[in-house]
């Protein structure tokens, strides 16, 4: 960064890598720098929002997200995931199966359905859910941490 202070790619990458590692805050400076940037500004927005929701601020990350639909399943994630700390727990179920219609492959949404389904006591769909992203990310922690989880529960 030092040496390219206003190259959009790594302050993309720099705000990436931060929201990976859980430096929200570094996350956010990177990020909405480049909301308006033709090429990582609708990236941008998605992480962006991940951001504001992990640091407790669900409503800014839907009104950073904007409307639906989304360009991606992580967005519908981090939608479906801010509804349900608003207390919409409905609409974030609608967000979960709108999101895998669109993106059927997407590991944060089959994570979050598999969450849900265990919640709802529903282990045949969570397994199913799970299985699905192993398939797709079989070293995702959280995946792996949900399998764990799941274990021992009978159907």
């Known amino acids: 960064l030092q040496s390219a202070p206003n190259d959009p790619e790594l302050h993309y990458l720099n705000g990436k890598v931060a929201v990976d590692s859980g430096n929200f805050e570094l996350a956010k400076s990177e990020l909405q720098r480049l909301l308006q940037d033709p090429k990582y500004g609708k990236e941008a927005r ?15 990350a839907l009104e950073t997200l904007g409307a639906e639909p989304f360009s991606s399943g992580l967005a519908y994630g ?3 995931d801010a509804n349900l700390a608003l207390g919409r727990a409905s609409q974030a179920i609608g967000l979960v199966a709108r999101g895998l219609a669109a993106f ?3 590991t944060p949404l089959l994570t979050i359905d598999a ?12 397994r199913r859910s ?21 274990g021992d529960r009978k159907s």
């Not at 998605?46 to 800014?60: E, K």
């Not at 799970?130 to 799941?150: E, F, K, T, Y």
């Open 104 to 106: 059927p492959q997407s």
């Open 115 to 126: 969450q849900y389904a265990i919640s709802a006591g529903d282990l045949d769909r969570a």
């Open 46 to 60: 998605v992480l962006l929002s991940q951001a504001y929701h992990s640091t407790g601020n669900a409503q800014l």
């Open 78 to 80: 981090v939608a479906a």
């Open 130 to 150: 799970i299985a699905q992203s192993l398939a797709l990310a079989p070293n995702d922690a959280r995946v792996l941490l949900l399998q764990g989880r799941l």
